[in-house]
Nanobody, 126 residues
């Protein structure tokens, strides 16, 4: 059974940085594409970053491009999201996701992912 656990969330001031981690059990990194999503109450889950199998290709939403970096360490079965220059509008629950079979088909759509973590809260104050 696949189990994803996020960590690293917290509260920071605007301009600060956080690094989220996603540790997996029962799942082999590098097999499918993976991603990070975020959600605020009342809104649809938004894809912010995706990484292709093997980690060679990444994709970002326009809202985080140039500020966030997705990466993975296959040996540690862990994925990361480095978030710099954080803004209050980045405040959300952040989720990692796995099991995206086709990186070339909407990798930032939550509908493409089979497995989800429980989320970690990120709060950015102005």
């Amino acid at each position: 059974q696949v189990h994803l656990v996020e960590s690293g969330g917290g509260s920071v001031q605007a301009g600060g940085s956080l690094r989220l981690s996603c540790a997996a059990s029962g799942y082999t990194y590098g097999r499918d594409c993976m991603g990070w999503f975020r959600q605020v109450p009342g809104k649809e889950r938004e894809g912010v970053a995706a990484i292709a199998p093997g980690g060679g290709t990444t994709l970002y939403s326009d809202s985080v491009k140039g500020r966030f970096t997705i990466s993975q360490d296959n040996a540690k079965n862990t994925m990361y999201l480095q978030m710099n220059s954080l803004k209050p509008e980045d405040t959300a629950m952040y989720f990692c996701a796995a099991g995206c079979r086709r990186y070339d088909v909407e990798p930032l759509s939550f509908r493409r992912y089979a497995y989800w973590g429980q989320g970690t809260q990120v709060s950015v104050s102005s």
